[in-house]
């Protein structure tokens, strides 16, 4: 079954940076887009960054551009988020998903919180 597991998040000063990890197992990863999403306190979960299936294409939220990389290595199955210049703003619980079927599948999401 498909799985993944989110890592790397944690508590963290303005404009420092953290490192996200999505390790996924329970499908053929190299085929498939992946995406981070985020879901502050009060707020609806939004589309933070996606990246194609082989890596070279990414799109990103505008809030994040130029702070945020997403990468992927398909050899581990691993999707990453480096988070950069992070600000209040950023904070909330943050999901890798993929899309495999026509169903949605998430991980449990790992808490970023940005805070002096």
């Known amino acids: 079954q498909v799985q993944l597991v989110e890592s790397g998040g944690g508590l963290v000063q303005p404009g420092g940076s953290l490192r996200l990890s999505c390790a996924a197992s329970g499908f053929t990863f190299s085929i498939y887009l992946m995406s981070w999403y985020r879901q502050a306190p009060g707020k609806e979960r939004e589309l933070v960054a996606s990246i194609s299936s082989g890596g070279s294409s990414t799109s990103y939220k505008d809030s994040v551009k130029g702070r945020f990389i997403i990468s992927r290595d398909n050899a581990r199955k691993t999707v990453f988020l480096q988070m950069n210049s992070l600000k209040p703003d950023d904070t909330g619980v943050y999901y890798c998903?993929?899309?495999?079927?026509?169903?949605?599948?998430w991980g449990q999401g790992t808490q970023v919180t940005v805070s002096s």
């Open positions: 998903t993929v899309v495999r079927g026509g169903v949605s599948y």
